[in-house]
């Protein structure tokens, strides 16, 4: 074990289970996350405590952790937790990195355990039980196809091109639930895919998931990256045999789909009158148990003498025709009147700024919200004319199984 002696105060390192339970015991927000193709593993905590809201300004924020929701008037109920405490881990969990930028008050907290005690790296068996839905709320998949007929009505009327429609399933926690655990069980099974858990103590309540799309990143030497991600299938065939990614078949409806968050993102490019934009795909990926149609896009901050690119951007897309349809303002009305709910964090972003002078932020896909011993998953579908409704649902539950297949369901 190692000891950080910072302004007379001895600050003892545990490993990363140890740090987290004694953030979630503090009330501190903290959030732990791992970059997608990375091994490292890095946390951050908030030591203040307090419920920060503000505009996620990528050149002005000090480092951190911004989570952010679907709806965000005026781009300023962005959620930020400042890296008080800063840790990074590799893949084995040692320790090696390790940063403090504010006061130590966390660690007078003396509830820690040691490392000695600590089983937490044997992942323990449990299963998560669905919820049944409240007899006099009718069926959850009744009104989600219901929405998806009146909006390709409501397209062929020409109201939209596209909207997303997004539904909840509710399942019910194991008494000791490990979020460290599962956060390690998704880093596992999803390589590929920005992995997070991330503690709000002021709502009581957790978010984990697996996403795979990028909304806006910025990297050290100033290169800026977005993606459009849309048109979903299952990554197995009816035999239950893996497809190919050469041979995934795409329909015109999956295409197209793909196609219009595309143009949007080239749209906010022109907008800002950005022409030096670097565009590649569109191509089949696999995101965990999905196949999806994606296109990236690359911009050299440095080249166009365009350093806020980053937070401009964000401004533009969030949220972006991939998890609310095109045109916006007409999808997000369609949104609000059908879905009866608030999505809350799902759909909005969230990643981390300014750690080691990047910033990455991710959609917030694939994610469930734990609270007590009961946790919502969300998923949603891009329903366009071609849609049929009974596919749609389908995509929904394969999205939710992203993270129940990882949590040994």
């Known amino acids: 074990m190692e000891t950080v002696h910072t302004e007379n105060i001895s600050i003892r390192t545990h490993s990363l289970s140890n740090l987290w339970r004694t953030a979630e015991r503090g009330g501190y927000p903290a959030a732990l996350w791992r970059l997608p193709r990375a091994s490292e593993k890095q946390l951050i905590i908030d030591l203040s405590s307090e419920d ?21 008037p005026e781009g300023e109920q ?32 003396q509830a820690f355990e040691d490392d000695a005690d600590d089983d937490s790296d044997d992942f323990p068996e449990y299963h998560l039980t669905p919820i049944p839905l409240d007899a006099n709320a009718g069926s959850e998949r009744e009104k989600f196809e219901q929405a998806v007929r009146q909006a390709v009505t409501e397209m062929k009327l020409g109201a939209f091109q596209k909207v997303v429609l997004s539904r909840r399933k509710w399942v019910e926690l194991p008494a000791r639930f490990d979020h460290v655990a599962a956060f390690h069980r998704l880093c ?11 503690s709000l103590p002021e709502s009581g309540c957790v ?28 990554a ?40 030096e934009y670097q565009e590649s795909g569109p191509k089949t990926v696999k995101a965990g ?44 009305r369609f949104i609000e009147h059908y879905e009866n709910y608030d999505r809350s964090y799902y759909s909005g972003f969230l990643g981390p700024i300014n750690i080691h002078n990047e910033s990455h932020l991710f959609v917030n896909l694939r994610t469930m919200q734990m609270e007590g011993d009961q946790a919502v998953l969300y998923a949603g579908a891009g329903i366009t004319e071609n849609s049929i409704p009974e596919q749609e649902w389908h995509e929904t539950e394969m999205k939710c199984q992203t993270l129940l297949a990882a949590l040994a369901l």
């Open 52 to 72: 920060r809201r503000l505009k996620a300004d990528l050149e002005e924020l000090p480092a951190g952790f911004a989570i952010s929701p679907f709806l965000n």
């Open 78 to 109: 962005t959620r930020f937790l400042r890296a008080d405490l800063y840790f990074s881990f590799d893949a084995e969990e040692t320790l090696i990195a390790e940063e403090i930028t504010s006061s130590a008050d966390f660690w007078r907290i």
């Open 188 to 198: 596992e099974t999803y390589p590929n895919a920005f992995i997070s858990l991330v």
């Open 207 to 234: 978010w984990l998931g697996a996403t795979p799309e990028v909304l806006v990143s910025q990297d050290q030497q100033g290169i800026f990256r977005t993606m459009s991600l849309a048109g979903t299938q299952s």
């Open 236 to 275: 197995t065939d009816a035999q239950q045999q893996p497809v190919s990614l050469e041979h995934a078949r795409w329909s015109d409806k999956e295409i197209e789909e793909h196609a219009l968050v595309s143009r949007y993102i080239i749209e906010c490019f022109k907008k800002i009158r950005l022409r």
């Open 289 to 332: 148990n999905l196949l999806h149609l994606r296109t990236d896009f690359q911009v050299d901050t440095q080249a166009v003498n365009f350093p806020q690119l980053g937070t401009v951007m964000l401004d533009l897309l969030h949220p972006t025709s991939a998890v609310c349809g095109t045109p916006k303002s007409s999808a997000l």
